[in-house]
């Protein structure tokens, strides 16, 4: 009797224990996702809110695109290649140059990480959409884009493609522009950009493609 009372006693002890610890690494583990996302905040409101808007919305008289909601792995990987000049690196793309000034101030991974996810968590904008043959460009983004973009151009994470709804027609042209001439995407290494920079010359002429950014821009996040 006494035996079997000691063992109940320390069933609970054990119990009790574990329940504690579980605890313990729980708070543990929120406390450190509040503490990177708090992280990625400061960084954000110290380097990058000044071009990229208070919210990630971008500044279109700065040329700066929107970054809120975009994912965080694709962000990570643009902050990368700017950083390692696969984007920007040529000198060609005056914007793209000054980002890549920026990027190479952000040296430690950790860094870039936390700045990433707090981007990600943030709401994606509506912008201001621009007049074009939007029924056009929804058939050809539907056929041509969609694909990897999401049908809400929304983005998929598993085929590596970004969020496109949410950023100025003016970003999205000028991008579509860079790839199809190669001064994006042409790099070796960089194994999505050429993947896109192949993909650009689907749409045939420049008309197609304002229909599709006209419809990309009509799109309410
Ligand atoms: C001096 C203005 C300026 C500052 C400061 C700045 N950026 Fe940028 N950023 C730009 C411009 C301009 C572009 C567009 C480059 C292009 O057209 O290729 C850009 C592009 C980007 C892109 C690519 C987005 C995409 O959709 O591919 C990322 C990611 C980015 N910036 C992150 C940051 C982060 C993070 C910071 C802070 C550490 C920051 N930027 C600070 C001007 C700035
Ligand atoms: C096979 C998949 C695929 C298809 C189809 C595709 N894309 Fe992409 N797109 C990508 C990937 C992957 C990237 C990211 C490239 C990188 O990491 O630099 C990208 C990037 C982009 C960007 C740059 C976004 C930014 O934030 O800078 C634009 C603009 C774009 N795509 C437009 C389009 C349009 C318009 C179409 C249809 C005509 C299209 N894409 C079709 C895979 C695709």
Do not use: W
Request: proline share 3%; hydrophobic share 35%.
């Amino acid at each position: 009797m006494r035996h079997l009372f000691l063992c109940y006693c320390n069933s609970i002890r054990t119990a009790r224990v574990g329940g504690l610890l579980v605890l313990a690494f729980s708070t543990l583990l929120q406390t450190s996702l509040a503490a990177s996302s708090e992280t990625g905040a400061t960084l954000y409101q110290t380097s990058c809110q000044s071009c990229h808007g208070p919210d990630a919305r971008g500044k279109e008289v700065l040329n700066s695109p929107a970054l809120a909601g975009q994912s965080a792995a694709y962000l990570v990987r643009q902050l990368e290649h700017f950083s390692k000049g696969i984007r920007g690196g040529d000198g060609s793309d005056a914007l793209a140059k000054q980002m890549r000034a920026i990027s190479l101030s952000m040296t430690q991974d950790q860094d870039r990480q936390d700045l990433a996810e707090y981007l990600e968590s943030l709401p994606a904008g509506a912008v201001t959409p621009i007049a074009g043959d939007t029924d056009l460009g929804y058939k050809l983004y539907q056929a041509s884009c969609g694909g990897c973009h999401g049908g809400d151009a929304q983005g998929n994470e598993l085929l590596n493609s970004p969020r496109l709804a949410g950023l100025s027609a003016s970003y999205l042209t000028r991008q579509y522009q860079h790839f199809l001439d190669g001064t994006r995407g042409s790099d070796r290494s960089d194994k999505f950009g050429r993947q896109m920079k192949m993909i650009a010359a689907t749409l045939k002429d420049r008309a197609q493609v304002e229909a599709v950014i006209a419809y990309i821009s009509s799109i309410q996040p």
